[in-house]
C-alpha cells in the first residue's frame, strides 16, 4: 500500500464520520447523542477490520505468505526438472527407504 492510499483510506473513514453524524442529526436525534453513535459505528468498523486482518494473518491469506509459497513452490518445481532420471531415482529409493524404517 502506498503512502497516498493511506492517506486516502484515512481521509474517507473521516468523511465517513462526519456523514455518519449528519444523517443521524437529519434523522432527529440531538447533536450530542449523534456524535456518541457515529463515534460508536466507526469504533466498531475499526475492531471489525482488525479482526478480519488478525484472522487474515493468523492463517497465512495475506498476500506476502502467498507469494513466497508460490516462489518456493515454482523454484522445487524447476530445481525437479533440472535432475536426471538417474539423480530422481535415487532420490525416489531414498525416500522409500526412509519410509520403510
Known sequence: ?????????????FIAGGLAYLGLQL????????G???????VVG?????ATYALRAGG?????HQQREQYEEAFFQKRLDELSPEELAKIQAEIEQESAE
Do not use: E, H, P
Not at 434523522?27 to 449523534?34: E, F, H, R, S, T
Not at 456518541?36 to 466507526?42: E, F, H, K, T, V
Not at 475499526?46 to 482488525?50: C, D, H, R, T
Not at 497465512?60 to 506476502?64: A, I, S, V
Open 27 to 34: 434523522v432527529g436525534i440531538d447533536n450530542q447523542l449523534a
Open 46 to 50: 475499526l475492531i471489525g477490520w482488525v
Open 1 to 13: 500500500m502506498r503512502r497516498i492510499d493511506a492517506i486516502g483510506i484515512g481521509f474517507g473513514i
Open 36 to 42: 456518541i453513535w457515529s463515534q460508536a459505528l466507526l
Open 60 to 64: 497465512k491469506k495475506m498476500t506476502y
